[in-house]
């Protein structure tokens, strides 16, 4: 079976600091990767996926970025994070881009910027 | 543009009673897909249940059903017999699909917290 992790699962870190998440999916072969942010109290909020190594689209413009070094690696990253960086971040995996596919969720990394 | 649209911040539910969460979408786009997803206070997003909008049968999954209603643009999610475990955020979400495809990238409400009491 398919199984995501992503780490680490919480963190608290400076302004200005640099941030690296990291997330895995396991038991599949070149999946759609998503990374999500919840701020609090609100929805969603999509801001990169991936369709296959290298391939990036950015849904918001910010001071984050993502990569796709292998097939089932998904990283988010930033230089310099920002007090508006909080949040809790979500990565998602889907098989593939069929109709009806959905999009499984792992178990979110809480990030404080103080 | 693609929209969705959860009107009800909170919800309070006795325990094994049925309880309905609204939702109401908007979109141009004549072929979509419709989700429910449930957060518990730990943060992961645990899926419940998908309705396509050619699918001519409401979606089931155990205790969970979807009220889809294509012509005012709802889809409730109804949860029957609740447990003190259901409570949580609830978000509805749709992306846009056709056949064969779809963009893959889905648009969430901002979710209801449903309490179970009791």
């Known amino acids: 079976s398919q199984t995501i992790h992503q780490w680490p699962a919480t963190l608290v870190q400076p302004v200005g600091s640099p941030l690296s998440l990291e997330c895995t999916v396991e038991?599949?072969?070149?999946?759609?990767l998503y990374w999500y942010r919840q701020a609090a109290g609100r929805g969603l909020q999509l801001l990169f996926y991936?369709?296959?190594?290298?391939?990036i689209s950015s849904e918001v413009p910010q001071n984050l970025s993502a990569s796709r070094p292998q097939d089932r690696q998904f990283i988010l990253s930033s230089k310099k994070l920002l007090l508006s960086d909080s949040g809790f971040y979500l990565c998602a995996w889907r098989q593939d881009r069929s109709s009806g596919n959905t999009i499984y969720f792992g178990e979110g990394s809480w990030l404080t910027v103080v | 543009a693609q929209k969705i649209t959860q009107t009800q911040p909170g919800m309070f539910v006795q325990e094994k009673e049925a309880v309905t969460l609204d939702c109401t979408y908007d979109t141009s786009d004549q072929s979509y897909g419709l989700f429910w997803y449930k957060q518990p206070s730990s943060g992961e997003m645990i899926f419940l249940i998908y309705?396509?909008?050619?699918?001519?049968q409401n979606a089931t999954e155990g205790r969970y059903s979807l009220n889809f209603q294509k012509a005012r643009k709802s889809a409730n999610l109804v949860i029957s017999a609740s447990q003190l475990g259901d409570s949580a955020m609830y978000f509805c979400a749709m992306r846009e699909e056709w056949w064969g495809g779809s963009q893959g990238n889905l648009i969430f409400g901002k979710g209801t917290k449903l309490s179970v009491k009791p």
């Open positions: 991936s369709v296959g190594i290298g391939q």
């Open positions: 038991g599949t072969s070149n999946p759609n």
């Open positions: 309705q396509g909008s050619y699918d001519e």
